[in-house]
């Protein structure tokens, strides 16, 4: 899933904004409770006797299992939730239950979930996240645990999540059902390959990883095509800084300093705008711009950098989020297969950084069960088939076969003579539910897609954050972290972008941060950290 960019300029201050709406995570009313399988078939044993009883379960009562997700309108609804009611009903009629599909607009569903959950209204399964109101959920008892479901209904999810339940993790109770996706994204530089090959470029200092080595490269184009820009943004050095790969992220522009730290105390939190790291790379940005290689555009909402690759006036985007190929490595340049087509033109995507396993990935979409069920066991076991079942996914997913979709060499195409918007049923909600491994892909897609996603996680996995599993509570400092977040909107466009001086604007950022009450944060988060830390052995 990528809904924000890591490389935008306001990124630091989206995590901010974000962490606040979710405010109080560790204050969770945790009152509500799993209700046991109604009337689960499975045999059963005896404790007292030691003997097995043989009678016959007794058959599930009819079930509907509500689903609430974020989706535009599909005037095929109802032809897709009939479809996958059929393939319950012939596959799976032991189970006994029926889907009805909910979705309710993107522009409306914080609200609208919210006024649901408040009003006791029953529904089941509901799509949540870390960005989306996760935690005021959970802290409002809108949300189940769900250890005991996900143990007694769940096999599938446990062999596939089991091990990465760390992001939904809330006073010590599992509330959410992460998507079996990618967990995380290389990120770095993408290329133009015409003007690769007709300077015949050399890439290979980029193997070291370093931003500052791109800067000959961007010279040569500055100095040899009048037209166009050699670096364009808003995405640039400073924006892929609050990837994982020099910080590990707590709060807004609070975190651990992963790059320059010392080594006798690696838990140190930390204000990253203070960081060696940052300064270095905003004056590397202030280079960039001062010898005129960036747009200077860069700081426009809304600027689109890949119609200026269209238009062929741009060069190089950094710092962006990267396709996950395979054999992904640092300094690897590649085909970047998702801008290539919708481009128009080659791409080449040159990773400079792999982000780690982050508890926030772990928590950036996930399903959830509300309290208001009235069967949390059949929820769940809809939930688990949606990890096994490819069928039941892609009815979700795509639709009706031969209606929505058609299969040309095992990927997803329209229906000849239909368009996504005249199809009926078309969406990109692939990242919202179950097992993506299982989905097919789409013709224009790499169709090992999803085995690369397999083959990166295991790398991403086997570097993880230091402080995985660990969630701040922000509510003891939530106005110090308003009035931050004010600070940062001020300065992040014109440093992220080069138009500011760091060596002058730093120090007065510093300042102002300070004056907001920086201090605070970084005081309670080394606090919540270390109690984490103690109760985790870490």
Same mark, same amino acid.
């Given at each position: 899933m990528k809904m924000v960019s890591k490389g935008s300029f306001v990124l630091s201050s989206l995590l901010l904004s974000l962490s606040l709406v979710a405010a109080g995570c560790s204050s969770g009313n945790n009152t509500a409770n799993n209700e046991k399988p109604s009337n689960q078939a499975q045999e059963s044993t005896n404790t007292n006797t030691g003997t097995t009883n043989t009678e016959a379960p007794k058959a599930l009562e009819p079930y509907e299992v509500v689903m609430v997700y974020p989706d535009g309108?599909?005037?095929?609804?109802?032809?897709?939730?009939?479809?996958?009611?059929?393939?319950?009903?012939?596959?799976?009629?032991?189970?006994?239950?029926?889907?009805?599909?909910?979705?309710?607009?993107?522009?409306?569903?914080?609200?609208?979930?919210?006024l649901m959950m408040s009003s006791g209204q029953k529904f089941d399964l509901i799509w949540t996240a870390n960005w989306m109101n996760f935690d005021a959920q959970v802290n409002k008892g809108g949300l189940l645990p769900l250890d005991d479901l996900l143990a007694q209904n769940a096999p599938?999810?446990?062999?596939?999540?089991?091990?990465?339940?760390?992001?939904?993790?809330?006073? /010590?109770? #599992?509330?959410?059902?992460?998507?079996?996706? %990618?967990? !995380?994204?290389?990120?770095? &530089?993408?290329? $133009?390959?015409? *003007?690769?090959?007709?300077?015949?470029?050399?890439?290979?200092?980029?193997?070291?990883?370093?931003?500052?080595?791109? /800067?000959? #490269?961007?010279?040569?184009?500055?100095?040899? %095509?009048? !037209?166009?820009?050699?670096? &364009?943004?808003? $995405?640039?050095? *400073?924006?892929?800084?609050?990837?994982?790969?020099?910080?590990?992220?707590?709060?807004?522009?609070?975190?651990?300093?992963?790059?320059?730290?010392?080594?006798?105390?690696?838990?140190?939190?930390?204000?990253?705008?203070?960081?060696?790291?940052y300064m270095e790379l905003a004056k590397l940005t202030r280079e960039w711009f001062k010898a005129g290689y960036i747009n200077k555009d860069a700081t426009t909402p809304g600027v689109d950098i890949w119609k200026k690759f269209q238009a062929k006036t741009a060069f190089a985007s950094i710092g962006s989020d990267l396709d996950i190929l395979a054999g992904t490595e640092i300094g690897l340049p590649q085909l970047m297969p998702s801008k290539t087509s919708s481009v128009g033109s080659d791409i080449i995507q040159v990773p400079l950084n792999i982000d780690r396993l982050q508890t926030t990935k772990l928590a950036a979409t996930m399903?959830?069960?509300?309290?208001?069920?009235?069967?949390?066991a059949r929820a769940m076991m809809l939930l688990n088939l949606f990890y096994k079942d490819q069928k039941l996914l892609s009815l979700f997913n795509f639709g009706v076969e031969g209606t929505h979709?058609?299969?040309?060499?095992g990927q997803v195409a329209l229906p000849d003579g239909k368009t996504q918007d005249t199809v009926g049923f078309y969406h990109d909600n692939m990242w919202q539910i179950g097992n993506q491994m299982l989905n097919y892909?789409?013709?224009?897609?790499?169709?090992?897609?999803?085995?690369?996603?397999?083959?990166?996680?295991?790398?991403?996995?086997?570097?993880?954050?230091?402080?995985?599993?660990?969630?701040?509570n922000s509510e003891p400092v939530k106005n110090e972290l308003i009035a931050v977040s004010k600070v940062q909107s001020t300065f992040d466009?014109?440093?992220?972008?080069?138009?500011?001086?760091?060596?002058?604007?730093?120090?007065?950022?510093?300042?102002?941060?300070?004056?907001?009450?920086?201090?605070?944060?970084?005081?309670?988060?080394?606090?919540?950290?270390?109690?984490?830390?103690?109760?985790n052995g870490k």
């Open positions: 309108k599909q005037n095929d609804l109802g032809v897709v939730q009939t479809a996958m009611n059929d393939y319950l009903k012939q596959t799976y009629p032991d189970m006994n239950m029926t889907v009805k599909l909910n979705p309710i607009d993107w522009s409306a569903y914080a609200d609208k979930t919210n599938d999810i446990e062999a596939i999540e089991g091990k990465f339940h760390d992001g939904a993790l809330r006073n /010590g109770k #599992i509330y959410g059902v992460h998507v079996h996706q %990618e967990l !995380g994204n290389p990120q770095g &530089v993408a290329i $133009s390959k015409a *003007l690769i090959d007709k300077y015949n470029l050399d890439l290979s200092a980029l193997k070291s990883g370093e931003f500052k080595d791109l /800067g000959p #490269i961007l010279k040569t184009i500055k100095e040899n %095509e009048p !037209g166009v820009t050699p670096a &364009v943004g808003p $995405s640039f050095p *400073l924006g892929a800084y609050y990837g994982s790969g020099s910080t590990a992220n707590i709060v807004g522009p609070i975190g651990l300093d992963l790059r320059d730290t010392d080594p006798n105390n690696t838990y140190k939190v930390v204000n990253t705008y203070a960081t060696p790291r399903q959830g069960i509300s309290q208001t069920s009235k069967d949390p979709y058609v299969l040309k060499d892909t789409r013709v224009g897609e790499d169709p090992n897609k999803y085995k690369n996603y397999e083959e990166f996680n295991q790398k991403v996995s086997s570097n993880p954050s230091p402080i995985l599993g660990f969630v701040f466009p014109g440093l992220q972008s080069g138009q500011l001086d760091p060596e002058v604007e730093i120090p007065k950022l510093l300042a102002k941060l300070q004056g907001a009450g920086i201090d605070t944060i970084i005081t309670e988060a080394q606090k919540q950290l270390d109690e984490w830390r103690a109760a």
